[in-house]
């Protein structure tokens, strides 16, 4: 079982990375045409920032994903850095077990909040709004997995980097 969560780990990993990294080049293209369009051109896009806003929440969402891989997770480090043997995996399982629920209310709330906006459209755009809300279910799944591969074989870069 921990040689496929590590394995599912690294290939969700490198993906949700590739596509956060995706997102933000096409927002930052975006947001050079609506400056182009709307000072240049003076005929402003009325598309651009609604679809930049949306994009960014996805992005952030899926690089959540790498950040919880390498240990940039909610905990508290001085207990774990002081911690050893017994008492720091026990630390450890708490960290864990926290995020693990705090994503859980997370994908939770969000596939509710997903299903009521489901008939709602872009004010911009003729596309369901449960496309930008299904960011919050669909990241917090993906991090699960995340915080699991790193209670199991921990890359503490984030911790060992902090002063």
């Not at 598309?47 to 919880?68: C, D, H, K």
């Not at 926290?98 to 755009?125: E, H, P």
Request: net charge positive; glycine share 6%.
């Amino acid at each position: 079982m921990k040689t496929f969560i590590l394995w599912l780990d690294r290939l969700l990993t490198g993906l949700c990375l590739n596509v956060a990294c995706l997102l933000l080049a096409v927002i930052s293209c975006l947001g050079l045409w609506q400056v182009v369009v709307r000072f240049v051109l003076e005929q402003p896009s009325s598309w651009t920032e609604e679809s930049m806003r949306r994009l960014l929440i996805w992005m952030v969402l899926l690089g959540l994903v790498a950040a919880l891989r390498i240990g940039a997770m909610v905990s508290v480090d001085l207990m774990l850095r002081l911690s050893r043997g017994a008492w720091r995996s026990t630390v450890r399982g708490i960290i864990t077990g926290v995020n693990l629920s705090f994503l859980a209310v997370v994908a939770w709330f969000g596939i509710d909040l997903a299903y009521r906006v489901r008939f709602q459209t872009f004010a911009s755009m003729e596309l369901s709004m449960a496309w930008a809300y299904a960011a919050l279910p669909v990241g917090a799944l993906l991090a699960m997995v995340a915080v699991l591969a790193h209670h199991i074989a921990p890359q503490n870069e984030e911790l060992a980097n902090a002063s």
